[in-house]
Structures are given as C-alpha cells and as structure tokens.
C-alpha cells in the first residue's frame, strides 16, 4: 500500500509567477484535499476533489484552482502568486464513504514566492 | 463557523514523564470528530488519536489517550511514558461529521503546540 506522493518538494518562484503542484493519492483511495500550512500555524483547507470535480473550498481566492484525474491523483495551481503565499501544502488523501477511516498526508511541498 | 484553540505554543516533558496538551473548540454541531495529529520534522501529518463526539468514553491508543468534554468543548491529550521520538509539533483538529449524502467535512486544526522531549 503507497501512501501520499507530493511532488516537488521544495519550489522557489518569484512574484506574479504561476505554479503547479501535484499529489498521488494513497492507493485505494478516491478523495483529495489540499491544505495550506503558513510558517507556524496550523493547515488550512484550500479545497478537496471527489470525481474530478471540486467539492468544498475554503476562503481561497480564485486563483487557488485544482485538478483531480481518472487515478484520483491532483494537482493544485496557484496563478499571480504573492509573497503570502509562501507556505508548504499538504495533500491528504481518503475514502468518500469514510473519510475519517483513513485521512492519509503527504509530507508536503514548500513552496517559497521571492 | 467552527474553530480550535490551542493555549500551549511550546511544552517541554522529560523522558518516560507524563505531559497533556490542551485544546478547546467551538462549534454549534452536535456530530463531529476530533483528532490529534502528529507532526515531525519530516513534515508529514501524522494520525495519533481520534474521538468520535457521540462517543462518551474517551480514545486511548498506546500511550496515548485524550480527556473529551463535550460540554466543555474541551478535547486534551495525554502522553505517557514519553520517547524522544514524541518530540514534534502537535495539532488538535475538527471535522463535522458529514451528513446522508451531503460533503465530506475537511478538518479545522489549531495552532499547534511544539513538545519537546528531553533526555
């Protein structure tokens, strides 16, 4: 059993730049959420993907948008990126039916913005 | 809106003692789940301990067990016997449970409080 896959692990962008960050969901698993983690805070909900479609967001600008593929894997794109959005992204994956059973997370993409 | 405080920035225990971090919530939901998560350098969130809230008796797992107070919207966490390897940030965190065919809650997590374990 493959857990939560984020790629790449560490980014480097400069301001007004677009990027595109990508998780392969544990296997078995057919739900993705992203969270976005600032420098000494907790995660925050960007938005999950359940059949390809976004189902649930957070307070995220529209510029925060999101892909999820027939395997379940996601990508999260951020365009006109900000200084604030320096953080590391977590990725987690899970069951729709049951979502508490296994809440699986990868180890996160930091993405830094100059 | 929910929301989960954590009171405790940083916490210190020493090896093989016994430490308990806070959390405190807020939420006019009566279904819902808490949960404590692990978080190493390594930064991967790691699951610790879960409460489903309709369940009165309290989670344990190993070392870990949590004190829940549903009227006191209060959800603690106990850490006995502590290891090195406990040293890590630790998040408390909220999910409404999720209605017949309604959407998946996603969690709401604290601040996180910084426990280091000294040798």
């Known amino acids: 059993e493959t857990g939560v896959t984020q790629s790449p692990t560490h980014l480097i962008k400069t301001r007004g730049q677009q990027v595109t960050l990508r998780c392969s969901s544990q296997?078995?698993?057919?739900?993705v959420s992203w969270y976005q983690q600032a420098l000494g805070q907790g995660p925050q909900f960007i938005f999950q993907?359940?059949?390809?479609?976004?189902?649930g967001r957070g307070n995220f600008p529209p510029r925060f948008s999101g892909l999820q593929f027939p395997n379940y894997s996601s990508e999260l794109n951020v365009n006109a990126l900000e200084l604030d959005d320096s953080a590391l992204y977590l990725c987690?994956?899970?069951?729709?039916?049951?979502?508490?059973?296994?809440?699986?997370f990868g180890s996160g993409t930091r993405l830094t913005v100059v | 809106a929910q929301t989960v405080t954590q009171s405790q920035p940083e916490m210190s225990v020493q090896e093989a003692e016994t430490v308990t971090l806070s959390c405190t919530y807020d939420?006019?939901?009566?279904?819902?789940?808490l949960f404590w998560y692990k978080q190493p350098p390594s930064r991967q969130m790691i699951l610790v301990i879960r409460?489903?809230?309709?369940?009165?008796q309290n989670a344990t797992e190993n070392r870990f067990s949590v004190n829940f107070q549903k009227a006191a919207k209060s959800f603690s966490l106990k850490i006995s016997d502590s290891q090195l390897g406990d040293t890590a940030m630790y998040f408390c965190?909220?999910?409404?449970?999720?209605?017949?065919?309604?959407?998946?809650?996603?969690?709401?997590f604290g601040k996180g409080t910084k426990l280091s374990v000294k040798p």
């Open positions: 993907y359940y059949r390809e479609e976004e189902n």
């Open positions: 409460q489903e809230a309709y369940k009165q």
């Open positions: 939420t006019s939901e009566n279904n819902y789940y």
């Open positions: 987690a994956s899970s069951l729709w039916a049951e979502p508490v059973d296994g809440y699986t």
């Open positions: 965190a909220f999910m409404k449970r999720r209605n017949y065919g309604g959407s998946q809650g996603n969690l709401i």
């Open positions: 296997s078995g698993h057919n739900t």
